[in-house]
């Protein structure tokens, strides 16, 4: 079992900056990748941004240039750096851990408010 937490959301307005975190616990080591999703009102849940142990990440169009996904391995925690957001960046972003036998594990999203 691996059990995550996001943190970091909130409201800011168009051009600024957050960070969001997502720690993990439990069984870490059997983490493969992690994940961040995002899904706003009315859409499907997409993937942002991506990051296999100690590789190379992965970003949407839409966030990439924008978007840097980095983890701590120290602290069990992966981040993402969101610059120059917009209006359309709003949505609960959801932080997903990768494990062997084509299991996945979630947290509890947090919720970004980009403002105009």
């Known amino acids: 079992q691996v059990q995550l937490a996001e943190s970091g959301g909130g409201l800011v307005q168009a051009g600024g900056s957050l960070r969001l975190s997502c720690a993990a616990s439990g069984n870490i080591f059997g983490i493969r990748s992690v994940g961040w999703y995002r899904q706003a009102p009315g859409k499907q849940r997409e993937l942002v941004a991506s990051?296999?142990?100690?590789?190379?990440?992965t970003y949407s169009d839409s966030v990439k240039g924008r978007f840097t996904i980095s983890e701590d391995a120290a602290k069990n925690t992966v981040y993402l750096q969101m610059n120059t957001l917009k209006p359309e960046d709003t949505a609960v972003y959801y932080c997903?851990?990768?494990?062997?036998?084509?299991?996945?594990?979630w947290g509890q999203g947090t919720q970004v408010t980009v403002s105009s």
């Open positions: 997903n851990a990768v494990v062997p036998y084509q299991t996945s594990y």
């Open positions: 990051i296999i142990r100690s590789g190379t990440p």
